[in-house]
């Protein structure tokens, strides 16, 4: 197969192989560089291509194998070497998680709200946020599984209605964001 015939064929295929870039990247930009990647693989190893046979599937082969191996090539660029004596490999991730928690609600804000509740579901609240089974609460204050796990849920509700009621908002998802 000649470069000009190699060439036709490969842009009746430019169509079908941005889709596929698309669904394996999920953002344009970066389809763009895949689809890029993906010809001038295929130019430079036009010679191995066997002609007669399905074109798009050895394009589409191509581009696959590229978006992989540049997978696994970001995901080892990830890992840290951690300098410490233990050497452990971090993983840094591309997100970086911001916790407003406490600079949103205070710890003694969310402890005076916790022990203005009433004992009956403050002290399973407590020994469930304590690290507690339910069972081993139901057997300490000598009560029922459902009425241990009725009272830490009565308790987390006031809390949050107590949250909503001190921040002015309708929903404590906002209270996170």
């Known amino acids: 197969?000649?470069?000009?015939?190699?060439t036709n064929a490969f842009c009746q295929f430019e169509g079908a192989l941005m889709a596929f870039a698309c669904h394996l990247t999920k953002n344009e930009d970066e389809a763009q560089d895949l689809l890029q990647e993906t010809a001038y693989k295929a130019f430079k190893?036009?010679?191995?291509?066997?002609p007669h046979t399905n074109l798009r599937a050895w394009l589409m082969t191509i581009m696959r194998n590229t978006f992989i191996n540049d997978y696994?090539?970001?995901k080892r660029r990830q890992t840290l070497?951690?300098?410490t004596p233990n050497n452990f490999f971090l993983n840094s991730g591309d997100r970086v998680v911001v916790n407003l928690g406490e600079s949103e609600i205070t710890i003694k804000e969310v402890t005076r709200?916790?022990?203005?509740?009433?004992?009956?579901?403050k002290i399973p609240f407590l020994m469930h946020y304590q690290g507690y089974k339910y069972d081993e609460i139901a057997t300490e204050l000598d009560i029922p599984l459902g009425t241990v796990k009725s009272r830490i849920?009565?308790?987390?509700?006031k809390l949050q209605e107590?949250?909503?009621l001190m921040y002015q908002s309708s929903s404590t998802a906002e209270l996170v964001n």
């Not at 709200?113 to 579901?121: F, Q, V």
């Not at 849920?153 to 509700?157: D, E």
Request: aromatic letters at 18%; charged letters at 30%.
């Open 162 to 164: 107590s949250l909503q």
């Open 1 to 6: 197969m000649s470069q000009v015939e190699f």
């Open 81 to 83: 070497n951690d300098q």
């Open 153 to 157: 849920f009565f308790a987390r509700k």
């Open 45 to 50: 190893y036009r010679s191995m291509y066997q």
């Open 72 to 74: 696994r090539q970001k």
């Open 113 to 121: 709200l916790i022990d203005s509740l009433e004992d009956w579901m």
